[in-house]
């Protein structure tokens, strides 16, 4: 009997099965099918909560951020290493509510280990059986640094773990999302580049998402390894409803500044309305204001000959009407500074 081959398996390039569509998104625009990758960001900049209602989103089919569609939904398995079971459930549980969602019926599975150490042989296999026997559509794993004890900066550890995530995607078809912290007081011109840890990190995903702070705003910008990004667009945490709190998208990034700012020139002028003259350490308390966007506004105003500086603070110049206070509806939009 021949011994067993130990050669690798070998295809020539015209003979690998064609696709008559290939099926290129997960999350149209926003993740690859089979992508593994990262969603990268500073603390408090709502990571997780991108991550959730990504998870949510294709457990479901329902759009992601009310705006990218789904072209292929299916179970989700999840592991949070920092946030509380009750937690995750009051998140989803918001999320779903604000979409018209039963809690119950939702195809999303939470890990419930206290850890998970991906660098260790035990809970590798552990995570295999457990994707084996749920066969999830995604993966989210949040945060990368909780789940190993190796050295980020070292290439050599940080491309073994890597390498096993890539296993994962390719023996189970299945798209991978890790969350990870960017670099304290980062500034590089890419966004990848201030991922903390090796550079490996940024050269491993397929699909990336990044969230950063402008000023007050919360801007993410997504880029693919065989697709054109999408344009970046700003993101709110809608809290209106506080069973509801949820994320959305508030316009493009080439628009959404000169939107906004509008609409803070417009509730400076309301907040003016008929008055004499009003401060402007009241104009800030009654707007929820930062004092330097505040300033900003006011000096816009003052150049565009709208509204006059005077004894008592700020005043409407009288040839200029003060537009009508907007009725509330449930597409205002907060322009209140975010919490970090």
Same mark, same amino acid.
């Given at each position: 009997?021949?011994?067993?081959?130990?050669?690798?398996?070998?295809?020539?390039?015209?003979?690998?099965?064609?696709?008559?569509?290939?099926?290129?998104?997960?999350?149209?625009?926003?993740?690859?099918?089979?992508?593994?990758?990262?969603?990268?960001?500073?603390?408090?900049?709502?990571?997780?909560?991108?991550?959730?209602?990504?998870?949510?989103?294709?457990?479901?089919?329902?759009?992601?951020?009310?705006?990218?569609?789904?072209?292929?939904?299916?179970?989700?398995?999840?592991?949070?290493?920092?946030?509380?079971?009750?937690?995750?459930?009051?998140?989803?549980?918001?999320?779903?509510?604000?979409?018209?969602?039963?809690?119950?019926?939702?195809?999303?599975?939470?890990?419930?280990?206290?850890? #998970?150490? +991906?660098? !260790?042989?035990?809970?590798? &296999?552990?995570? %295999? =059986?457990?994707?084996?026997?749920? /066969?999830?559509?995604?993966?989210?794993?949040?945060?990368?640094?909780?789940?190993?004890?190796?050295?980020?900066?070292?290439?050599?550890?940080?491309?073994?773990?890597?390498?096993?995530?890539?296993?994962?995607?390719?023996?189970?078809?299945?798209?991978?999302?890790?969350?990870?912290?960017?670099?304290?007081?980062?500034?590089?011109?890419?966004?990848?580049?201030?991922?903390?840890?090796?550079?490996?990190?940024?050269?491993?995903?397929?699909?990336?998402?990044?969230?950063?702070?402008?000023?007050?705003?919360?801007?993410?910008?997504?880029?693919?390894?065989?697709?054109?990004?999408?344009?970046?667009?700003? #993101?709110? +945490?809608? !809290?209106?409803?506080?069973? &509801?709190?949820? %994320? =959305?998208?508030?316009?493009?990034? /080439?628009?959404?500044?000169?939107?906004?700012?509008?609409?803070?020139?417009?509730?400076?002028?309301?907040?003016?309305?008929?008055?004499?003259?009003?401060?402007?350490?009241?104009?800030?308390?009654?707007?929820?204001?930062?004092?330097?966007?505040?300033?900003?506004?006011?000096?816009?105003?003052?150049?565009?000959?709208?509204?006059?500086?005077?004894?008592?603070?700020?005043?409407?110049?009288?040839?200029?009407?003060?537009?009508?206070?907007?009725?509330?509806?449930?597409?205002?939009?907060?322009?209140?500074?975010?919490?970090?």
């Amino acid at each position: 009997m021949d011994p067993p081959s130990t050669s690798l398996p070998v295809v020539r390039v015209g003979e690998i099965p064609r696709e008559e569509a290939p099926r290129r998104w997960l999350i149209e625009g926003l993740w690859g099918r089979s992508a593994v990758g990262l969603i990268g960001g500073a603390a408090k900049s709502f990571k997780s909560w991108l991550a959730l209602d990504m998870a949510l989103s294709v457990a479901t089919g329902t759009p992601a951020l009310g705006t990218f569609k789904v072209l292929e939904c299916g179970p989700v398995l999840v592991y949070l290493a920092e946030d509380a079971l009750e937690v995750i459930r009051e998140r989803v549980a918001g999320m779903a509510r604000q979409r018209r969602l039963v809690l119950e019926t939702i195809d999303l599975h939470v890990i419930t280990a206290s850890r #998970l150490r +991906l660098d !260790t042989a035990r809970d590798r &296999a552990r995570l %295999l =059986e457990t994707v084996s026997r749920i /066969r999830p559509r995604l993966l989210l794993l949040d945060p990368l640094v909780r789940l190993h004890s190796i050295d980020e900066n070292d290439a050599r550890e940080i491309a073994e773990l890597l390498s096993f995530i890539r296993e994962l995607e390719r023996r189970f078809d299945l798209a991978v999302i890790l969350v990870h912290h960017t670099r304290k007081n980062s500034s590089g011109p890419q966004a990848g580049q201030n991922l903390r840890g090796s550079s490996d990190l940024h050269a491993f995903g397929d699909s990336n998402l990044y969230l950063r702070r402008t000023r007050d705003r919360l801007l993410l910008v997504m880029e693919h390894r065989a697709a054109s990004p999408p344009d970046p667009v700003y #993101l709110e +945490l809608v !809290t209106r409803d506080e069973d &509801a709190v949820h %994320l =959305e998208v508030l316009g493009k990034e /080439r628009d959404g500044p000169e939107r906004r700012e509008r609409e803070l020139e417009e509730r400076v002028l309301e907040a003016l309305g008929r008055k004499t003259a009003i401060t402007r350490g009241d104009l800030r308390e009654k707007l929820g204001m930062k004092n330097e966007r505040l300033g900003e506004v006011l000096d816009r105003l003052q150049a565009a000959g709208r509204i006059e500086r005077c004894r008592g603070g700020w005043r409407p110049r009288a040839a200029f009407p003060i537009p009508p206070p907007r009725e509330g509806n449930g597409n205002d939009v907060n322009l209140s500074p975010s919490g970090p």
